[in-house]
């Protein structure tokens, strides 16, 4: 499956953004969509995974409360609308999808090119 995320950008501390990561070449609704971001100087980290139906979700510590996944099976889309953004959250997301329910990044087989968050004071 080949994956496009966008929606990245520049923001200032306290704004939303909402991530989308589109899908295409296998069926969408077989994989399990995980978001991860990696930020300068630092090792990829898990953000929010979603299962194939979208009724369950798991999130890092770091962003639950403020971040939602969910995806539409019908339009090949997964979505991460993030909340109350602050500087931590720079980083490079990726998109990635796995047949396995799984926060680890090994779990996952194919990978979006990434989108930039930048986050300021």
């Known amino acids: 499956v080949q994956l496009q995320a966008s929606g990245g950008g520049s923001v200032q501390a306290g704004d939303p953004l909402r991530l989308s990561c589109a899908a295409s070449g296998r069926t969408f609704r077989n994989y399990v969509m995980g978001w991860f971001r990696q930020a300068p100087g630092k090792e990829r980290e898990f953000v929010s995974v979603i299962n194939w139906s979208g009724e369950s979700t798991y999130y890092a510590n770091s962003v639950k409360g403020r971040f939602t996944v969910s995806r539409d099976n019908a339009k090949n889309t997964v979505y991460l609308q993030m909340n109350s953004l602050n500087p931590e959250d720079t980083a490079i997301y990726y998109c990635?999808?796995?047949?396995?329910?799984?926060?680890?990044?090994?779990?996952?087989?194919?990978w979006g090119q990434g989108t930039q968050v930048t986050v300021s004071s």
């Open positions: 990635a999808a796995s047949p396995r329910y799984s926060a680890l990044a090994d779990e996952y087989d194919f």
